[in-house]
């Protein structure tokens, strides 16, 4: 009964991870794939400047960002981009940071390929779904039914999981060595949240279909 009731639950979590994943910023601004920080300070003449730009699935937010000269405060507007997925960067978020060079960086043909995250969330849904009947035990062979659907298709969406993951790491990983190399470490660019989640929704499937494969093997040797 473990088994059955196991996959479900890792589904469910797997599921909840890829949904927030898939409404990261601007949308939920807390969760984001990368951060860009800039800190520029003079102590000679007390002024500075810095800004944080969080880029997410739909677009980017700015926030953090404050100008000092001679000692006087000014706060700059934090805003968000417009959600769409396929977002170019404009020159307010350039700006923000000091680097001219983010809109060849950070390409709209980039950002498009997170159109894959609401689809691996959809997946996982359908998933969770078809492994509730797992729950479901009778003598017409229902809950081995189950089992073997939901590891058929849990499998699909593992693995589109795992290529949403891998997706995550290589951009952030190609973007940072980019940023690095053009604002010689001036600029800073943080891993996000969203790309440690995606991790956890395919540890979460994975795991989830050792179960399914244990449930259906022995739902098999009790026939």
Not at 46 to 68: D, K, M, P, R
Not at 86 to 105: C, H, K, M, P
């Amino acid at each position: 009964m473990l088994p059955e009731i196991l996959t479900p639950l890792l589904i469910f979590i797997a599921f909840l991870l890829l949904l927030l994943v898939s409404l990261s910023a601007p949308i939920i601004k807390t969760i984001y794939l990368f951060r860009l920080s800039l800190n520029l300070a003079s102590s000679g003449l007390h002024s500075g400047t810095s800004a944080t730009v969080s880029f997410g699935l739909w677009g980017y937010c700015i926030s953090n960002a404050e100008t000092v000269i001679a000692g006087i405060h000014r706060a700059g507007p934090s805003q968000c981009s417009p959600r769409h997925l396929g977002y170019s960067i404009d020159l307010t978020a350039a700006n923000a940071v000091g680097f001219r060079q983010l809109e060849t960086v950070i390409s709209r043909t980039t950002t498009a390929a997170f159109v894959i995250h609401p689809i691996a969330a959809a997946f996982a849904f359908v998933t969770l779904l078809i492994s509730l009947f797992m729950l479901r035990r009778g003598s017409n062979g229902t809950s081995r039914l189950a089992s073997i659907v939901t590891l058929s298709f849990g499998l699909l969406t593992t693995l589109l999981t795992t290529i949403v993951f891998l997706i995550d790491v290589i951009l952030v990983a190609v973007v940072r060595g980019r940023v690095r190399d053009i604002t010689d470490g001036t600029i800073d660019l943080n891993w996000g949240n969203a790309v440690w989640m995606a991790l956890g929704a395919a540890l979460a499937l994975w795991f989830s279909m050792f179960g399914a494969c244990a449930g259906t093997f022995v739902l098999i040797s009790s026939v």
